[in-house]
């Protein structure tokens, strides 16, 4: 095996685990804030991985702005949402927060 190919498999696999451990510790500060678990999370990380490709590759733009723009972009759509549907949902029985987040899941899939 080529050194080249060596050090970019690790790389790689550094890359792959830190994105498991950034994924695992946002589900983990969900539970202890909300004290529910958040099965549309995985969904916002899928929006934010689309938002980083349009920028790297359909636009061109810096790869350093990527992740910046993935957090300006979810950041407004985390405050709509919670303005809009987790605040109705709060106030009311924890099986309603609940449902709202599987409904989320099983929306953005279709």
């Given at each position: 095996m080529?050194?080249?190919?060596a050090?970019?498999?690790c ?13 695992a ?6 539970m ?14 899928m929006v ?5 490709y349009?920028?790297?590759v359909?636009?061109g733009?810096?790869?350093l702005?990527?992740p910046v ?13 919670r ?28």
């Open positions: 080529d050194f080249n190919v050090i970019q498999v790389v790689n696999a550094i890359s792959l685990s830190l994105i498991y451990v950034m994924f510790l946002g589900l983990t500060l969900i202890g804030i909300f004290d529910i678990c958040n099965f549309a999370y995985g969904e916002f990380v934010a991985g689309f938002i980083s349009l920028v790297i359909k636009w733009l810096p790869y702005l990527a723009a993935a957090m300006v972009v979810l950041s407004f759509l985390g405050i709509i949402l303005r809009e549907y987790f605040i109705r949902c709060v106030t009311g029985a924890a099986w309603n927060l609940l449902l709202l987040l599987l409904g989320q899941v099983a929306h953005s899939k279709h």
